[in-house]
Nanobody
Framework: QVQLQESGGGPVQAGSSLRLTCAASAHTYKTYYLGWIRRGPGKKDEWVASFVSNDTAIYADSVKGRFTISKDNDKNTLYLEMNSLQPDDTGTYSC????????????????WGQGTQVIVSS
């Protein structure tokens, strides 16, 4: 059973930092590669970052150098540390479970959490 629960979002000022947390079920955490996807107001889903191996992560160009994805294997938990937040980072952030093929991450339909909202004001 896929269980993913995000937390840590909220309203912040531009330039601030936030850390998002995704608690996964043990089965989900151990079976799939996890990542983050966001959807801004009026925008399509945008991949943010994900793991493509046990210790290798990849990032969207829009967040590279500002966001860091990490995980705690003992807690079955995924994190997203977000620094230097900008208004364009506003959106609902969801963690998702996916598969990896040729170093690319493919989230599985329906294997997403409910999301946590991040609002960045200028």
């Amino acid at each position: 059973q896929v269980q993913l629960q995000e937390s840590g979002g909220g309203p912040v000022q531009a330039g601030s930092s936030l850390r998002l947390t995704c608690a996964a079920s043990a089965h989900t955490y151990k079976t799939y590669y996890l990542g983050w996807i966001r959807r801004g107001p009026g925008k399509k889903d945008e991949w943010v970052a994900s793991f493509v191996s046990n210790d290798t992560a990849i990032y969207a160009d829009s967040v590279k150098g500002r966001f860091t994805i990490s995980k705690d294997n003992d807690k079955n938990t995924l994190y997203l540390e977000m620094n230097s937040l900008q208004p364009d980072d506003t959106g609902t952030y969801s963690c998702a479970a996916g598969d990896v093929y040729e170093n690319k991450w493919f989230p599985k339909a329906g294997y997403w959490g409910q999301g946590t909202q991040v609002i960045v004001s200028s």
